[in-house]
């Protein structure tokens, strides 16, 4: 290995010097430079020691006098905002012909942005696995999260995340939900992109900046309605919307506390009140698909469910998904329109 772990290293095609703070693999290294990581390949470095030694000694600084003093510049270097992304490292070894293949994804959240975030991150497979972590990623900050083998994107993963600000904002959404899905000839050409740029990384942007709560725009009514209702502009009614969800979880103790008190039918009766409510959300904010969790439990409220969601004209299929993340016990709603 040329490099060891603490060594100063000059990036080439930056002219940057910083410092080796891991090893990857005997192709790559993990890079510091002025508090910014990132990964690298050790073609891309060298040893800083010919540059400083070739580099031009700085003149003696002469002495300037007040009225001689330039006028303060503004700082050109300020990050700019880029939004918050999903990146993945591949990482590569040999397989018993040679060949240098992909065995490892390391995944980062980076924020790119000026806000500090919590989120709550899950991704989950077909076949029922699952990992699940709820962390905080700084602003201008990148967050490692874990690995997963690569032939794991067969089995179509799902990148699910909620974000919520550190510092709370009266004038921002209490939370945002997004997600991503990969399929394995998606990262197969990502991954030919970036080897032929020769970078590291590649990446799926997740938000450009964390939304703003909506707010309520009344038009003029009469002073005998408006303390009793509020008006909206048709164009722009999906504005004023509460938040939809992708995944909504229907187990009685998360929609009620005193559940305990209640009898079966008062209990099923909320929990097919709180299906709807995101159901026409979901169809309201034109959302592809929704996952709802009933558990498995009777089968009395998974059997009401599939009953309405035959009647309901935007649902394209469902399925049964037999996950653990969801108790093995959850219905994933295909919706078109």
Same mark, same amino acid.
């Given at each position: 290995?040329?490099?060891?772990?603490?060594?100063?290293?000059?990036?080439? =095609?930056?002219?940057? !010097?910083?410092?080796?703070?891991?090893?990857?693999?005997?192709?790559?290294?993990?890079? !510091?430079?002025?508090?910014?990581?990132?990964?690298?390949?050790?073609? %891309?470095?060298?040893?800083?020691?010919?540059?400083?030694?070739?580099?031009?000694?700085?003149?003696?600084?002469?002495?300037?006098?007040?009225?001689?003093?330039?006028?303060?510049?503004?700082?050109?270097?300020?990050?700019?905002?880029?939004? /918050?992304?999903?990146?993945?490292?591949?990482? $590569?070894?040999?397989?018993?012909?040679?060949?240098?293949?992909?065995?490892?994804?390391?995944? =980062?959240? +980076?924020?790119?942005?000026?806000?500090?975030?919590?989120?709550?991150?899950?991704?989950?497979?077909?076949?029922?696995?699952?990992?699940?972590?709820? *962390?905080? /990623?700084?602003?201008?900050?990148?967050?490692?999260? =874990?690995?997963?083998?690569?032939?794991?994107?067969?089995?179509?993963?799902?990148?699910?995340?909620?974000?919520?600000?550190?510092?709370?904002?009266?004038?921002?959404?209490?939370?945002?939900?997004?997600?991503?899905?990969?399929?394995?000839?998606?990262?197969?050409?990502?991954?030919?992109?970036?080897?032929?740029?020769?970078?590291?990384?590649?990446?799926?942007?997740?938000?450009?900046?964390?939304?703003?709560?909506?707010?309520?725009?009344?038009?003029? +009514? $009469?002073?005998?309605? $408006?303390?009793?209702?509020?008006?909206?502009?048709?164009?722009?009614?999906?504005?004023?919307?509460?938040?939809?969800?992708?995944?909504?979880?229907?187990? +009685?103790?998360?929609?009620?506390?005193?559940?305990?008190?209640?009898? *079966?039918?008062?209990?099923?009766?909320?929990?097919?009140?709180?299906?709807?409510?995101?159901?026409?959300?979901?169809?309201?904010?034109?959302?592809?698909?929704?996952?709802?969790?009933?558990?498995?439990?009777?089968?009395?409220?998974?059997?009401? +469910? =599939?009953?309405?969601?035959?009647?309901?004209?935007?649902?394209?299929?469902?399925?049964?998904?037999?996950?653990?993340?969801?108790?093995?016990?959850?219905?994933?709603?295909?919706? %078109?329109?």
């Amino acid at each position: 290995m040329k490099f060891q772990v603490g060594d100063t290293v000059l990036v080439l =095609h930056s002219n940057e !010097e910083g410092e080796v703070v891991d090893i990857i693999n005997n192709k790559m290294v993990m890079v !510091e430079v002025r508090g910014v990581r990132f990964p690298a390949y050790i073609d %891309q470095l060298d040893f800083p020691y010919f540059k400083r030694f070739t580099e031009k000694k700085p003149a003696p600084k002469q002495k300037n006098y007040v009225d001689e003093l330039p006028r303060e510049k503004k700082d050109n270097n300020l990050k700019m905002p880029t939004g /918050v992304w999903l990146s993945f490292l591949p990482v $590569s070894g040999t397989d018993e012909f040679g060949d240098d293949v992909v065995e490892n994804l390391k995944i =980062h959240i +980076i924020n790119n942005t000026g806000n500090g975030l919590s989120f709550f991150y899950r991704v989950s497979y077909l076949r029922g696995e699952n990992f699940e972590l709820r *962390n905080e /990623v700084f602003a201008f900050k990148d967050f490692y999260l =874990h690995d997963i083998p690569f032939e794991n994107l067969n089995d179509n993963p799902v990148f699910e995340f909620e974000f919520a600000l550190l510092a709370p904002d009266y004038k921002k959404a209490d939370y945002f939900e997004t997600h991503l899905k990969l399929k394995v000839k998606q990262v197969f050409t990502k991954i030919e992109e970036i080897r032929k740029k020769g970078e590291a990384t590649f990446s799926y942007k997740l938000f450009d900046e964390y939304p703003d709560k909506l707010p309520e725009e009344k038009l003029a +009514i $009469s002073e005998k309605l $408006s303390p009793y209702y509020k008006i909206y502009e048709a164009s722009k009614s999906r504005q004023h919307l509460p938040p939809a969800r992708s995944v909504v979880d229907l187990h +009685i103790e998360k929609l009620a506390d005193d559940w305990g008190r209640m009898n *079966n039918f008062e209990m099923l009766t909320l929990q097919l009140k709180e299906f709807e409510k995101y159901y026409e959300l979901a169809v309201l904010h034109h959302l592809p698909s929704i996952i709802f969790i009933h558990g498995v439990g009777s089968g009395k409220l998974r059997d009401e +469910i =599939h009953e309405l969601l035959r009647l309901k004209k935007e649902v394209k299929t469902f399925v049964n998904q037999y996950n653990p993340a969801y108790g093995y016990g959850a219905t994933e709603v295909y919706l %078109q329109y």
